[in-house]
């Protein structure tokens, strides 16, 4: 068993450590709210992440064992119109029609 005071100065360490690290993002916000970097990235990320995305369940749907599933890919083309007419109709809430396409593709896979 170790020595007590070995206990707490780990614990110690390990509580400043974690404080310090919750706090370097609130830290550096400031400066960040006006770079030209971070306005790029919140223009562009939820074009990547849609598209990772969309890459990711067609590559799935076609590289299948027995070759092209249709009725998977029928799923994913229906899938991917409910996230781009969501995420059209909606004012551009990427994590709303990211969770709705993907709630989509899951039902009908699962249930048909």
Request: with cysteine.
């Amino acid at each position: 068993m170790p020595d007590l005071g070995y206990v707490i100065a780990a614990l110690v360490i390990a509580g400043a450590i974690t404080v310090a690290l919750r706090a370097v993002p609130f830290a550096v916000l400031k400066p960040l709210r006006e770079s030209r970097l971070v306005l790029a990235l919140g223009l562009w990320m939820p074009v990547g992440i849609l598209g990772i995305l969309a890459a990711s369940t067609w590559t799935g749907t076609f590289t299948g064992d027995a070759g092209i599933h249709w009725t998977t890919a029928a799923h994913a083309a229906l899938a991917a119109a409910v996230t781009i007419a969501v995420h059209l109709l909606c004012g551009r809430r990427t994590l709303l029609s990211i969770g709705l396409g993907t709630l989509t593709f899951v039902l009908l896979v699962n249930l048909l």
